[in-house]
């Protein structure tokens, strides 16, 4: 981006990225540097502020207000606004639950190329929740997200070969999966391969777990 391109809404961001951060006392002013950024309708901006009130960011945690914010993004056609949204449906936090309504936004948000949507899609088909129950959707979704680099599409996906007795071809995306989660991702994938008979599975069960740093 070139300094030309760099917006007055584009330095509030970065500000209140920085100061969610950096943390503590500092933290407190990220919803003003996001409300500043959104006063020019960027949707980033909606979309962060919503954070702020889902995670308590700085303001006390309002699902409620988040879900209005994420709403906003959505309409300006952010792509994180609608998955988060779509969350809120999903949960039932801040709106009334409402799978159908989760599985639209998720499918807007997977449309944009936000590769964690089609893992979610890949969820409520497998559950029948907001669409019908359709086993083979659900794989195919969470192919589409293991192929795009997500660390649950990976593990999804494994999962469903692992299910089929094919835990060879489970390998390969579950050390996909090592290399692009996140400490709560690892705590989960290590809990979920615990009872597993399979020595490999349990070697893959212990990495995960050293890398929340827990004892495996």
Same mark, same amino acid.
Not at 54 to 76: E, K, M, N, S
């Given at each position: 981006?070139?300094?030309?391109?760099?917006?007055?809404?584009?330095?509030?961001?970065?500000?209140?990225?920085?100061?969610?951060?950096?943390?503590?006392?500092?933290?407190?002013?990220?919803?003003?540097?996001?409300?500043?950024?959104?006063?020019?309708?960027?949707?980033?901006?909606?979309?962060?502020?919503?954070?702020?009130?889902?995670?308590?960011?700085?303001?006390?945690?309002? &699902?409620?207000?988040?879900?209005?914010? %994420?709403?906003? +993004? @959505? $309409?300006? =056609? /952010?792509? *994180? #606004?609608? !998955?988060?949204?779509?969350?809120?449906?999903?949960?039932?936090?801040?709106?009334?639950?409402?799978?159908?309504?989760?599985?639209?936004?998720?499918?807007?948000?997977?449309?944009?190329?936000?590769?964690?949507?089609?893992?979610?899609?890949?969820?409520?088909?497998?559950?029948?929740?907001?669409?019908?129950?359709? &086993?083979?959707?659900?794989?195919?979704? %969470?192919?589409? +997200? @293991? $192929?795009? =680099? /997500?660390? *649950? #599409?990976? !593990?999804?996906?494994?999962?469903?070969?692992?299910?089929?007795?094919?835990?060879?071809?489970?390998?390969?995306?579950?050390?996909?999966?090592?290399?692009?989660?996140?400490?709560?991702?690892?705590?989960?994938?290590?809990?979920?391969?615990?009872?597993?008979?399979?020595?490999?599975?349990?070697?893959?069960?212990?990495?995960?777990?050293?890398?929340?740093?827990?004892?495996?």
């Amino acid at each position: 981006m070139t300094a030309a391109a760099f917006s007055p809404a584009d330095a509030h961001l970065l500000l209140g990225q920085l100061a969610l951060n950096t943390g503590g006392a500092a933290q407190g002013q990220a919803p003003d540097w996001f409300r500043r950024a959104a006063r020019s309708g960027d949707a980033r901006a909606f979309t962060m502020l919503g954070r702020c009130y889902d995670q308590g960011w700085g303001v006390d945690a309002d &699902p409620a207000q988040a879900a209005a914010c %994420f709403r906003r +993004a @959505a $309409d300006l =056609g /952010d792509a *994180w #606004g609608l !998955f988060n949204l779509a969350d809120l449906y999903a949960q039932g936090r801040g709106v009334p639950q409402n799978y159908a309504a989760a599985a639209d936004l998720y499918a807007q948000a997977a449309r944009k190329g936000l590769n964690k949507a089609l893992n979610m899609l890949g969820l409520l088909h497998e559950e029948g929740r907001g669409v019908p129950l359709n &086993p083979t959707a659900a794989r195919e979704f %969470f192919v589409a +997200a @293991a $192929d795009s =680099g /997500d660390c *649950w #599409g990976c !593990f999804n996906h494994a999962r469903m070969l692992i299910a089929d007795g094919n835990s060879d071809a489970a390998l390969p995306w579950l050390e996909q999966a090592l290399t692009c989660g996140f400490p709560a991702f690892y705590q989960a994938m290590a809990s979920a391969l615990k009872d597993s008979a399979d020595p490999r599975l349990q070697a893959l069960r212990h990495r995960a777990a050293a890398l929340t740093g827990e004892r495996g």
